[in-house]
């Protein structure tokens, strides 16, 4: 399994960008998908996750300024982020979950300058 994560960059205060995960596989294939960060000096958390139901989950600080989404024919995970703060700067990975093992997106760098 292979996934090849996107669009990231430098992006201004109150800016937005759209992450992108190619995933090698069919999305249906794994409980869930979604999207981590990992800040300089922080442990990497959940950001945001669709499960195979179409069920999402974000973690309360980007609820309402990110939209998880996926293209089922494509097999492509897609992080909206809106009002984009200094604090949402981190790497962030895109993860495929199945039987409980994380399959992880290289990582893109989205850095938000004021």
């Known amino acids: 399994v292979q996934l090849q994560a996107s669009g990231g960059g430098l992006v201004q205060v109150g800016g937005s960008l759209r992450l992108s995960c190619a995933v090698s596989g069919n999305i249906f294939s794994f409980t869930a998908v979604g999207w981590y960060r990992q800040a300089p000096g922080k442990e990497r958390a959940l950001v945001a996750s669709i499960n195979i139901g179409g069920r999402t989950n974000y973690v309360d600080l980007v609820k309402d300024r990110f939209t998880i989404s996926r293209d089922i024919a494509k097999n492509i995970i897609y992080l909206r982020m809106n009002s984009l703060k200094p604090e949402d700067t981190a790497v962030y990975y895109c993860?495929?979950?199945?039987?409980?093992?994380?399959?992880w997106g290289q990582g893109t760098l989205v850095t938000v300058s004021s």
């Open positions: 993860f495929a979950n199945r039987t409980g093992w994380n399959y």
